[in-house]
């Protein structure tokens, strides 16, 4: 099973879009996939209409066993949820600094049957994600095509590089994505370029600006239900067969 977090600690950078849209479209390739929200925004849960029992929280507080806490949500899709009080976890692990990085690895690392498991993470640089990056070998990281989203790209290696070192972790940043690209607007031209230079290996096909994208949590689907033929659609399709041709 490949663990991969969808991380930036920039918000609004597309990392939510980017994780329901790829567990979507490897599910459709016949993959498993386990998609697990961890932002207590808990966009995921609406946006794929989960309705779910029991969220991460509950597990992590003994009251359920992680796996009661798994909804499914289409064939070889499922998903497990978070809610506002996700916010307690990072008090929860404040005070529980003995076991700092080995909370979730506790938790998720008893889950398998799946070839994939991608966790949304919220934007920050606080314990919750700290203790996602030291349980996941693999980050993929969302990035605007704007100056500002760039720039938060740049701090990502050092990131890594710490949790690594703390953790005595082998996280890597295996996927670069490009989000939110115009090619009309100057601006995304050049930062997808300087991404593309810097990240030669990591970087995928830009993700278009597409309203069909933002449409498609009204309704409760991924961009590939929602409207299949649409760039957006286009777009992750391809970074699904990518992430494919990695191996999993
Ligand atoms: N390619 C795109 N085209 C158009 N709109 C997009 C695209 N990608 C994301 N959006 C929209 O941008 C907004 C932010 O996206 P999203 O919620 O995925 O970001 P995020 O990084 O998860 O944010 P947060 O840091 O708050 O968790 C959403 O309204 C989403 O629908
Ligand atoms: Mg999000």
């Known amino acids: 099973m490949r663990t991969i977090c969808i991380f930036n600690h920039k918000g609004g950078v597309g990392k939510t879009t980017t994780a329901l849209n790829l567990a979507a479209g490897l599910s459709r390739h016949e993959k498993k996939v386990l998609l697990v929200d961890l932002d207590p925004q808990g966009n995921l849960d609406v946006s794929l209409k989960a309705n779910a029992m029991h969220s991460v929280y509950d ?14 949500v289409a064939k070889n899709f499922d998903m497990i949820c978070s809610t506002e ?7 929860h692990l404040v005070n529980d600094e003995q076991n700092h990085g080995k909370i979730l690895r506790n938790l998720l690392g008893k889950i398998n049957g799946y070839d994939f498991m991608l966790i949304d993470c919220p934007p920050s640089l606080g314990m919750l994600n700290q ?8 980050a993929f ?7 500002l989203g760039v720039d938060a790209l740049k701090k990502m290696p050092e990131i890594v590089a710490t949790i690594n070192k ?13 989000t939110m690209y115009d090619r009309r607007n100057k601006i995304c031209k050049e930062m997808l370029a300087l991404i593309q230079q810097t990240f030669p290996l990591q970087a995928s096909h830009p993700i278009r600006n597409n ?7 009204k309704y409760g689907k991924s961009i590939f239900s929602h409207a299949k033929s649409s760039p957006g659609a286009q777009d992750y399709g391809k970074l699904v067969e990518d992430v494919l ?3 999993a």
């Not at 597990?59 to 499914?72: F, K, M, R, T, Y």
């Not at 990281?141 to 100056?147: C, I, L, M, Q, R």
């Open 59 to 72: 597990a992590l507080q003994g009251q359920v066993p992680i796996e009661q806490c798994i909804v499914n």
């Open 85 to 91: 009080t996700l916010t307690k976890m990072e008090h």
């Open 131 to 138: 203790d996602v990056l030291s349980f996941c070998q693999e």
């Open 141 to 147: 990281v969302p990035v605007a095509t704007d100056f």
């Open 166 to 178: 703390h953790f005595n972790h082998t996280l890597k940043i295996t996927k670069v994505i490009p």
């Open 211 to 217: 309203t069909k994208i933002k449409e498609a949590p």
């Open 245 to 247: 041709a990695m191996g």
